[in-house]
C-alpha cells in the first residue's frame, strides 16, 4: 500500500497572509515549495501527501489548489473558509465542489475563543461539511481537546481528526492531562488522531523512548485504525529531518503487525480523506 504523508505545507512568504510566520521563527521564514519536499518523498517511500493549510484565508486555499493541481503526487487538500461567515453553509459547498480539497482546517489553537468551535454561528457550516464529506482537521492545543470531544459528540457524522497527536505538554503532569483530553476526544468513534508534530512539541533530541508511551496512549485510545501518520514538513525541520522522522516512526510502529503499520502509513489517510487515487508514483 502506498505510503502517504498526511500533513505538510508549502507557502510563499510575500502573499502575505502567514500572520504567525514571523523572522521570529528562524529557518521557516522562508519560502517552502514543493520541490523541496519531493526528494524526501522519493527517499522515504512516500507515494502521496495531503497539503494542509498555514493562512486563515480562503486566497490561501486557492494557491493550495493550484499547487496540487500542478503535482499530481499530492493527492488532497484541507484548506480553509470562515466556519462562522453567515454564508459559511453555502461557502463550504462551493470549495467542496473543487477537484482536489478533502477537508478544511479552522486554526482553532489562535482564536480567542477556545470553544468558539461550539458557538450556534459555526454549527451550519459544520453541518455542510458533513453533508459533503469533508473532513474537519482540529488543530488545538491540549487543553482544548475536551472541546473536541464535545464537537464530535455533537456532530457523530463528522470526520474529526486531531493534528499533531493533540499538541501533548512532555511534562509528567502534563501528559497525564494529555491522556484524560486524548481519551475522552477518541470516546467519539468519528474522531482520529494524527501521528505528526511531535518532534517539536517534545524536549530537543527527544527519540523513540520519550515519543513511545504517546503512541502507547494513541493505540490504546484509538487503535491503529484512527491514526494518521504525518509529517508536518516543513515545521518538522525545527526539530529533525524528514528522514529521521520517518525512522523514529519505523521504531515506534514496528511492534505492530504489517497490516496495522500499513493502516497508519497510508491506508487510513486514503479512507478517512476519502482519496480517490494516491497510487502516485
Avoid: C
Avoid at 504517546?214 to 490504546?220: A, E, G, M, W
Avoid at 529533525?240 to 521504531?251: C, E, H, M, P, R
Amino acid at each position: 500500500m502506498t505510503r502517504i504523508d498526511a500533513h505538510h505545507h508549502v507557502w510563499r512568504l510575500a502573499r502575505g497572509d502567514y500572520g504567525w510566520l514571523t523572522p521570529a521563527m528562524g529557518v521557516l521564514h522562508q519560502d517552502f515549495e514543493p520541490e523541496a519536499l519531493r526528494p524526501q518523498l522519493l527517499a522515504g517511500g512516500v507515494g502521496a501527501t495531503i497539503l494542509v493549510q498555514a493562512a486563515p484565508t480562503e486566497a490561501e486555499t486557492e494557491f493550495l489548489l493550484a499547487t496540487a493541481q500542478a503535482h499530481p503526487w499530492i493527492a488532497g487538500v484541507v484548506g480553509w473558509t470562515d466556519l462562522s461567515a453567515p454564508d459559511a453553509a453555502a461557502r463550504v459547498v462551493g470549495l467542496s465542489r473543487r477537484p482536489g480539497l478533502v477537508g478544511l482546517r479552522p486554526m482553532l489553537q489562535d482564536l480567542e475563543d477556545p470553544a468558539w468551535i461550539l458557538g450556534p454561528a459555526v454549527a451550519p457550516g459544520l453541518e455542510a461539511m458533513t453533508r459533503q464529506g469533508l473532513v474537519l482537521d482540529a488543530l488545538v492545543r491540549d487543553d482544548q481537546l475536551g472541546v473536541v470531544a464535545e464537537l464530535a459528540q455533537r456532530h457523530p457524522r463528522l470526520t474529526i481528526i486531531l493534528d499533531h497527536a493533540g499538541k501533548p505538554t512532555f511534562t509528567p503532569a502534563g501528559l497525564r492531562a494529555w491522556e484524560a483530553g486524548i481519551r475522552a476526544a477518541a470516546a467519539a468513534p468519528n474522531a482520529s488522531v494524527k501521528l505528526s508534530g511531535l518532534l517539536t512539541q517534545a524536549p530537543p533530541g527527544a527519540g523513540v523512548s520519550v515519543l513511545r508511551p504517546v503512541l502507547s496512549v494513541l493505540l490504546d485510545a484509538f487503535g491503529a485504525e484512527r491514526i494518521v501518520w504525518g509529517s508536518d514538513w516543513p515545521v518538522l525541520t525545527l526539530a529533525g529531518g524528514y528522514a529521521a522522522w520517518l525512522d523514529i516512526t519505523s521504531s515506534l510502529l514496528a511492534p505492530l503487525d504489517e497490516t496495522r503499520r500499513a493502516a497508519i502509513m497510508g491506508g487510513n489517510a486514503a479512507r478517512l480523506y476519502g482519496l480517490k487515487d494516491h497510487d502516485h508514483d
